[in-house]
Every structure is written in C-alpha cells, then in structure tokens.
C-alpha cells in the first residue's frame, strides 16, 4: 500500500542498492522514430520488483555504462517491468541494440512516487508533453486499476508531431473507456492530421476538472512544466495540489553523490516526483 | 420546450462572460448560428474578412500551403474558442484557410456591422478590442511555445 510521496520510498529498494541484479529482456520494441521500449524481468525468481508509480531504476548495459530511466509499465504486473525512453547517448544506443535474451543489470527502483493516495475522491489532471508520458503511465494503469476512488481522470498530452504520440495504441483504448478524458495536441502537423495542433498548456483552460478539487501530474521538459503549472495555478489550482517530475543526471540513486543535485534537494532521493511549489523557486532559473 | 435566443447563447460564452446588457445586445445583433459540415472551407487565404466566429462545438483547423511540404496546420480552434480577428484590421483579409476537420456549431460575427457599432460606442469597442486582444495575448504566448520546440531531441 501506498504511505507516503515525497520523503521515502514506499517499496523498499534492493538490499544493496548499489549492487545491479540481473535481468533478461523478454521483449524490445519501437514505439516512435527515436523511442523505444524494452520489458524486463529479474533473473532470480525472488527479487524484489514492485516499484511504484513514478519512481525510477538504473539500468546497466554490461561493459557500456548504467542511466536512470522512469519504469513505465503498471506496477501491478511487476516483476514484468517496462522502460521507455530515447536514444540520446551511448548508453541508450547500446541499450537499442540489446535482443530478447540478452542480459542488463537494473539496480531500484528509486525515488519518490505520483501521488496516487492523496488523489483518491479529487479530479486528476495528469499533463504529459513528449516522453514525459512514459513516467506518468504506471499513474494512470494505478488510477485506471482502482478507478472508483477518483473523480473525473483527465490527461492532456502533447508531443511534438502525430509521428511523436507514444503508447497510441492503449491510448486509442483508454479513450474507448469513456471514464477517463483524453486529449492530444501536437506542436506541428501536416492536413492529414485531424486531431488538435496546438501546444499543450492551451488544452487547460476548458478541459473537464474542478480546480479546487484536484491533483495536478506534471511531466515533460521543464519549460514545459513551468508553464503548465502557470496555466494549472491560473485556473485555479492551488501549486501544493501540483506535482512535477524533475530529471537530473542521477548517478548512485540513493542520494550520496550529488550528481543530481538541485537546489536544496537530490533529484534521485527527494524527487524525482516533487511538489511544484517546492521547485516553483528554481524552475525557471537557468544556474540551477 | 426551451427556445433559446441568440442572446442567451451569446451570454453564455466564456468570451463574452461579464460584459454589460447593453453590449451583449450590441454584440447579439451583429450574430447568426452557423453550422458548417466536415472539411468544408470557412475561409480562404486572401478573402475578405467579413466575419469572425465562436466555436460552439467541434474543431476548426488554421492552415497554410507551403512550398515543398504540403499544406500545414498551424492551430485548432475547438469548443468555446475564438476564430478570427482580420475582421479588425485593414486590409480585413483572412491570413490563412479556415477548414472543419468535424462538423462544426458557431455563432458567426458580422465584423463590418460590429466595427460600426465600435465607432459609435467607444465603451464598447473597447470592452471588444479588450477581449480580442487577450485572446491574441495567448495565442502569441502559444506561438511562442510552439517555436521553443520543446519536445525536441536535440542529442538525435
């Protein structure tokens, strides 16, 4: 059960979280021109995997190097465990080219969680901007697996073009579920596109929630969050109602090596889920 | 049976909410309920300008037809949303086509009849050209945005 959000973990991390344990990949896939998943499970039978919604693992490619990437699959299949994230360096390149069967060390999870538990009778608006949604799905098959204790669930979602959506497939489901409100704007799209073409923050306004009644789930560039939160405070949400997820150059994970420093805080202890109002401060400064 | 008059759905909007009685008549009495079908024009680049529009229901798409890339889709304009302010400024032509992308409920604005009504009414063209430029506030601020690229992988 879920107990707290931003102090401490819920899932106690491995017993030596320095120590990588061995996983094999079962699958590896494609989700858009430079994303990809990858869905694990841990070699030992009886390693701990539950993770919760939000937190992140360090994944170890043998012998190229280890990179924190959000889990983004739903905790309730655990030990099954999935990432998504982009190719951007030679981690995550060598990470692309592993196969089924291959073998990746994964120390975690870590960090701090969504949370899911304060939401229970509000509204939540969950704002997802590119792969910022891969962190925020395992909140939303949490929210969708226990729907009756929410409100109205809405989630706004905006990428750079239709080629860009991630998860289109379960998205297209979720929508047919009629209990959970989605949108989707995309910065830039050719005629053929026949959705909403429009940044992210525009969808605020008028979408379905009770700014008084609601947790706000925030996740995609930080200029993006910033101004997200600015249009949810502008509507009325109160800025401790809202929860942002910070990415840093996290490194040990536990909160020693300072790689992930920010401001008074470490991304990889006391994030990566945050109140906004904790990093309202710092967000927009470009020294921190 | 419940017969709403333009002026009610006039004052129901978001756009116009606050705005005095006697505006709201002004306002009402430059209005028509439109309804357009799927992928049909509203408007195209070059046109006169004549009109402006609030979406009731459905989605609008703005476009321009770039050389080499096809035609474009710059924004959308859905429910509640304002469509339009050449009607403003000469020369009154609309910037870019206009095209539904679903069939589309709007009340339609006559912006000759409307720029009258401002002339004699300073109180109300301001109150008018207030909320235009809020609207265009927010769209700039969008375009901005938009440039930032935000969602780039600049290591790709």
């Known amino acids: 059960m879920l107990t707290t959000t931003t102090e401490t973990a819920l899932i106690p991390p491995a017993i030596d979280p320095m120590l990588p344990e061995p996983h094999r990949i079962q699958r590896i896939w494609q989700e858009t021109d430079d994303t990809f998943t990858l869905e694990v499970t841990p070699l030992a039978a009886a390693q701990q995997s539950a993770f919760a919604p939000g937190q992140f693992n360090m994944l170890y490619v043998f012998g190229v190097g280890e990179v924190p990437i959000s889990i983004s699959s739903d905790p309730a299949k655990a030990p ?11 981690v995550t390149k060598a ?101 909403n073409v429009g940044v992210v923050t525009t ?49 040990c994970g536990i909160g020693l090596c300072g790689h992930c420093q920010y401001g008074a805080t470490f991304i ?21 | 049976m419940i017969v709403h008059t333009l002026e009610t759905i006039v004052r129901e909007q978001a756009f116009f909410r606050g705005m005095k009685e006697p ?44 050389p080499h890339r096809g035609v474009i889709t710059i924004s959308t304009v859905g429910d509640g949303e304002i469509l339009g302010w050449s009607w403003l400024f000469p020369p009154h032509r609309w910037q870019f086509d206009v095209r539904t992308r679903r069939p589309t409920h709007a009340l339609q604005f006559d912006g000759k009849c409307l720029r009258e009504k401002c002339e004699q009414d300073h109180d109300f063209g301001y109150e008018l050209f207030h909320r235009f430029m809020f609207i265009a506030g927010e769209r700039l601020e969008a375009t901005r945005m938009q440039l930032l690229d935000m969602y780039a992988n600049h290591n790709h």
């Not at chain 1, 994030?271 to 020294?287: K, M, N, Q």
Request: aromatic share 8%; with cysteine.
């Open chain 1, 80 to 90: 099954v465990i999935q990432h998504t994230t982009r190719v951007v360096g030679t």
């Open chain 1, 95 to 195: 990470m692309r080219r592993l196969k089924p069967g291959d073998a990746m060390g994964i120390r975690g999870p870590f960090g701090t969680h969504w949370p899911v538990e304060f939401a229970e009778g509000k509204d939540v608006v969950i704002v997802a901007g590119g792969i910022g949604l891969a962190p925020l799905r395992p909140a939303l098959y949490w929210l969708m697996g226990q729907r009756e204790k929410y409100r109205k669930i809405v989630l706004l979602y905006g990428t750079r073009t239709p080629e860009d959506i991630l998860y289109r497939r379960e998205l297209e489901q979720w929508r047919g579920q009629f209990d959970l409100e989605i949108q989707v704007t995309v910065d830039r799209a050719a005629s053929s596109w026949r959705g």
């Open chain 1, 268 to 288: 990889c202890k006391d994030g990566p889920v945050l109140r906004f109002d904790r990093i309202a401060g710092t967000i927009s400064r470009a020294e921190i």
């Open chain 2, 23 to 66: 505006h709201i008549e002004l306002i009402s009495g430059c209005a028509t309920n439109v309804r357009f079908a799927e992928e049909q024009f509203i408007a195209r680049e070059g046109e006169p300008a004549e009109h402006f529009y609030l979406v009731r229901e459905g989605l609008v798409s703005v476009q321009c037809t770039v």
């Open chain 1, 203 to 251: 969808m605020i306004p008028r979408a379905p929630f009770d700014p008084s009644n609601t947790i706000a789930l925030v996740c995609g560039p930080e200029v993006m969050m910033r101004f997200t939160a600015l249009e949810l405070v502008k509507r009325g949400v109160p800025s401790v109602s809202i929860y942002a997820s910070m990415e840093r150059n996290m490194k």
